[in-house]
Structure formats: C-alpha cells, structure tokens
C-alpha cells in the first residue's frame, strides 16, 4: 500500500513569489491534514481538509491556503513568500474507517526555502 | 488553553540503556487525545500510540512501553534496552474533542533521542 506523497520535495523560491504543494493522501484515506515545520515554533496545525470542505484552521495568515479534490489530493498555496514561510511543510492523512481520532500518516514533506 | 511541554531537548544514551521521554500537557478539556510520534531522519512522522483522556492504564507494545498519569498531567514514553535504530526525534502530541476535530494536533518541541552503539 503506497503511502502518503508530496511532491515536490525540495524547492527553492525568492521573496514575493507564490508556492504551491501536492500531496497524495493513502487509498481510501479522506482525510489530509497539513502541518509546518521550522526550527523555531516547530510543529503547527495549518489546516484540515475532508471530502473537499476545509474542516479546521490553524492560526496562519491568508496567504496560506489549501484545497481538496474529489480523488481525495490536496494542494496548498502560499502566496506573496516571506523568508519566515522556509519550512518542511508535512502532508497526513488518516483513515476512512477511523474516522478523524488524530492517527495521522505523514509524508515525508516538502522543504521550501525562501530567499 | 492548550499546551503540551517537552523538557527534554536532547538525550544521549549508550545501546541498551533504558530511556524515558518526558511529556506534560494543559488542557481544559475533558475529553481529549494524546500521541507519541517518531520521527526519523527521512522527515515523515511515524504514529506510535494514541491514548484517549479516560484510559489511563499504561500500556507496553515490545521495547516501548507508555505511562499517562492525569494527576500529573504527564504522558511518558520509556524505551527499554534502546538501539540505534531508535535514534529519533520523538513527538508528544495532544489533540481535543473541542478543537473542531481531534486530528488537530498540538505538538511538543520534540525530543532528539541520540543511542550510541
């Protein structure tokens, strides 16, 4: 059973440019969440998305936003990148038949530095 | 409102010592979850255990073994006879029935479990 993917996995922008990231949730999973990680306020809670609809949000500007497709994919954007967005931004999604009990699988993330 | 305090930033040990990860969390909610996560050098966060806030009996799953203590709101995470392959950064986590979904979790600054063979 493959696992959570993201994509991409590295990549590198300047100041004022947007970003957006995928992320392939497992088969059957419906849930994806996104957290981002910095070496400064370590693991934080940006969003959760389920059958389409943003169901939670964390405590991040605007210019952090996400979606979901039907095929349970999500995407998030950031747009107008200041330095402090460079992060591993971390994809999860949780299981159909769990329901939303916080039993999260992770990606491996993607790091993004702005410069 | 919530919060979840690792103390411990690094820990050192030698293969087969016994380590213990300390967790102490705040919360006004009466009903709510809490994790360990583990996470490696390749980036992605593995789920450990997850304990709901009316079970507190402890549980041990092979070398790892959990003790959740409401008195004290602790939730610790002992490793028995650890291995290099344990080397981890390790994550306490809380999520809360009154946060719009309990997979909104709140995180520890984690714990970077070095053992040295």
């Known amino acids: 059973k493959a696992g959570v993917t993201q994509t991409p996995r590295y990549l590198i922008k300047t100041r004022g440019q947007q970003v957006t990231l995928s992320c392939s949730p497992i088969s059957g999973h419906r849930s994806v969440s996104w957290y981002q990680q910095t070496p400064g306020q370590g693991l934080q809670f940006l969003f959760e998305y389920f059958s389409e609809t943003q169901r939670n949000k964390g405590n991040f500007p605007g210019r952090f936003s996400g979606r979901q497709f039907s095929n349970s994919r999500s995407e998030m954007n950031v747009s107008t990148l200041e330095l402090g967005d460079s992060a591993l931004y971390l994809c999860?999604?949780?299981?159909?038949?769990?329901?939303?009990?916080?039993?999260?699988?992770f990606g491996e993330g993607s790091r993004l530095t702005v410069l | 409102a919530q919060k979840v305090t690792q103390a411990q930033t690094e820990i050192s040990v030698v293969e087969k010592e016994d380590v213990t990860l300390d967790c102490v969390y705040e919360?006004?909610?009466?009903?709510?979850?809490l994790f360990w996560y583990k996470q490696p050098p390749s980036g992605e966060l593995v789920f450990l255990i997850r304990?709901?806030?009316?079970?507190?009996q402890n549980e041990i799953s092979g070398r790892y073994s959990w003790n959740f203590q409401k008195s004290t709101s602790s939730f610790n995470f002992t490793i028995t006879a650890s291995q290099v392959v344990d080397s981890a950064v390790y994550f306490c986590a809380l999520s809360e029935a009154g946060s719009g979904g309990y997979n909104k979790l709140i995180f520890g600054a984690g714990t970077r479990l070095a053992v040295h063979p």
């Open positions: 919360t006004r909610d009466t009903t709510y979850y």
């Open positions: 999860a999604s949780s299981p159909l038949a769990g329901g939303r009990t916080g039993e999260l699988f």
């Open positions: 304990r709901n806030s009316f079970d507190e």
